[in-house]
C-alpha cells in the first residue's frame, strides 16, 4: 500500500473528526479520507463514462448530418428575429 500525505486546515480537521465522532462510520481520519477517495474516484470514472458516451453519440450524429446551405429567406428570417430580440431589449 502507498502512503499519501494530506493537509488540510484545522477547520475542516475538526469537522472530519466531528463526523467521524458523530456517525460511528469510521475508525480514524485515515478510514474516512480513504472512503471520500474511493468515492470520489467512483464518481469521476462514472462521468468519464458518460462523457465517453456523449462524445461516441456526437460522433454518430456527425456521421448522419447534411449539410445544407441556409436559403436567403432562412438568412433573412434569423436576422429579422435578431433584431427584433436586440429591440426587445433595448439594445
Known sequence: MKMLSVAVDERLAKSIDSAIASSGLYSSRS???????????SKLVEQDEDLKAIRESVARLRKKAVYRPMTQAERDALA?????SRRAKGT
Open 31 to 41: 478510514e474516512f479520507l480513504k472512503d471520500a477517495i474511493r468515492k470520489n474516484l
Open 80 to 84: 429579422e428575429d435578431f433584431m427584433k
